[in-house]
């Protein structure tokens, strides 16, 4: 039987991600891991359009190494709600099953109550989780100073990164610019539906 494992909170995070994810038990989302600069998944996903691969990057509110994950405040600095709304609309508009999601997308992102990183993160995690049926159990983790409760399983260091091998599934710009690895699982999630917890089971 897998076992419950820790993992760091992530801006949609990608398809070895939610893979990893699938093979646990239980999953818990550390809200007290300390901010990191180097950790750029906390607020960055990556996508492609029609020019290629784009970074999509919320900007944050003077985040700094004392702080947790969870104290981190988001700049509405650039509009970025509405540029990344469109970014993504743009390059998924028209694959198969962008409406099937798009209006429960869009209104995370319109939701200014949601003030913190690590609160977009979950908030957009626990939709995709709904929306693919995943039988993940998403429980948020807030160390307790000895830890003692903390999974067995640590796996915020990315260590499932290079664990699996993906084959390779229809993405809408393909023809254009080739198969790309790597991206966002909103990009599985716009291109296959529902079809994509099979791809990440595999």
Known sequence: MAEAALFSLRYAGGVDYYAAMLRCGKVFLD???RYDKRNKGLH???????NGCQSLSVPLCKPNRAMQVGEVG?????????????????AYGRTPFFDFFADDL???????TIE???????KIHCSIVSFLDL????IPFFADGNC?????IDMRDGVFATTYCF???????????????GLSILDLLFNMGREAVFYLRR
């Open 74 to 90: 988001l700049s509405e600095h650039g509009n970025w709600r509405h540029n990344h709304w469109g970014a993504l609309f743009s």
């Open 31 to 33: 809200f007290s891991e």
């Open 135 to 138: 039988p993940i159990e998403t």
């Open 148 to 152: 003692s409760d903390m999974p067995r």
């Open 44 to 50: 960055r996903m990556d996508i492609v359009n029609a």
């Open 106 to 112: 869009k209104a995370i992102y319109e939701d200014e």
């Open 167 to 181: 084959p390779e599934y229809n993405q809408i710009w393909e023809a254009k610019h080739g198969f790309r690895q």
């Open 116 to 122: 913190t990183i690590a609160s977009l993160d979950y």
